[in-house]
């Protein structure tokens, strides 16, 4: 019998996020974000899935694209680190990609490219920092990049700004950076894009023409601190089984290193998933799983390909019992506060050799 560990992926849960998070800007486009795997969801099978709604997908770089054109998507992909070189712009309408420009050279190039006809397409996003401080244009320059390159601001044009604090809504770095973004477009009617998923929930002032929705599609809170609950379900459901269990004394230890040691006498149930799975090295004793709906606390060290877990107190606990390490019943970002980091590192961090099984497929 095959390991049944395994990534459960609800299309459903998908649809009706995407359908949850387009309701709270009912007049704003929704460019959905598909970088690093689709959040480790699936890039294809995500805008296969999404296809008929949405008019654009964003990717983190060029080589994220040609998955996605080899399974046939058609709608324009944004690129939202932009071209890293000559060559990648020259595929611009090759590959239907829209380039979100975010340094003076990137802007410079693809301006060219225009220029001298090597591409056509010139429907491209200006980012600029406004307070983020990882890519972006300077505010203060937007006048002269208007008038040195005037091919790339037209009706079509889109400029971009990042929040940086949007997920913590007790800080007040957003109305800053929103003031200085407005600031720099007085007297323009370019097309804009501001929000990702915490703001497009909690700032209606980001909600512009263009929204960006990323973690929020799958289900994962955007808000660490569940300050803020969106109607959202989980997408990813992780799994495993157990695949040993056993009783040892008190004074037994569990795992590498012997850095748990049993208390009182325990039933150890071994589960077939570890750190080349995904799952973090780092989880500390206690974090949670579910045995059949019931909780239980891992002990030990995360190994390469098992975990092992006191379940001394789980009713009935049998060999090849399913476990859920996150999802529907055990949420994502419980397990992250565990860890010490959060959800989108959790989600993206599966690995390859977790099979990905799509159900749900609930919408034509």
């Not at 800080?171 to 929000?195: E, G, H, N, P």
């Not at 040892?248 to 040691?261: L, N």
């Not at 996150?326 to 590192?345: C, D, P, Q």
């Not at 989600?347 to 749900?360: A, L």
């Amino acid at each position: 019998m095959p390991r049944k560990t395994r990534a459960v992926i609800d299309l459903c849960a998908l649809l009706h996020n995407y359908d949850a998070m387009s309701s709270l800007a009912p007049d704003s486009q929704q460019v959905v974000v598909i970088k690093a795997d689709a959040y480790g969801n699936g890039a294809v099978k995500v805008a296969q899935t999404l296809a008929s709604q949405v008019s654009m997908f964003a990717v983190a770089f060029l080589d994220e694209v040609y998955e996605l054109r080899q399974a046939g998507i058609t709608q324009e992909i944004l690129v939202l680190q932009g071209p890293y070189d000559k060559s990648e712009c020259l595929l611009t309408d090759e590959l239907n990609v829209v380039w979100m420009l975010h340094n003076h050279s990137q802007v410079s190039m693809v301006h060219h490219a225009i220029q001298e006809a090597h591409i056509i397409k010139c429907n491209h996003w200006l980012k600029f920092d406004t307070g983020m401080h990882r890519l972006g244009l300077m505010p203060k320059e937007f006048n002269e990049y208007q008038r040195d390159f005037p091919l790339l601001f037209n009706e079509r044009t889109v400029i971009a700004t990042h929040l940086s604090a949007a997920d913590e809504p007790a800080k007040d770095s957003c109305s800053v950076q929103l003031a200085r973004f407005s600031t720099m477009l007085a007297s323009t009617s370019y097309k804009l894009s501001i929000a990702n998923s915490a703001a497009n929930i909690h700032l209606d002032k980001a909600r512009k023409h263009w929204n960006r929705m990323g973690i929020s599609l799958f289900g994962s809170s955007p808000f660490e601190g569940n300050e803020i609950k969106p109607d959202l379900k989980p997408v990813m459901r992780l799994l495993s089984q157990v695949i040993a269990i056993r009783e040892i004394e008190v004074g037994e230890s569990v795992g590498y290193g012997d850095t748990w040691v049993a208390k009182r006498a325990t039933s150890i149930a071994t589960v077939a998933i570890g750190y080349a799975d995904g799952y973090p090295r780092h989880a500390p004793i206690g974090t949670p799983a579910l045995f059949n709906g019931q909780r239980a606390g891992l002990v030990g060290r995360v190994s390469m390909d098992m975990l092992t877990f006191d379940v001394t107190d789980i009713k009935d606990i049998t060999l090849g019992m399913e476990v859920e390490l996150w999802g529907k019943n055990l949420a994502i970002n419980e397990i992250a506060s565990h860890v010490g980091t959060i959800g989108y590192e959790l989600m993206t961090r599966i690995s390859k050799r977790v099979p990905r099984v799509y159900i749900g497929e609930c919408r034509e």
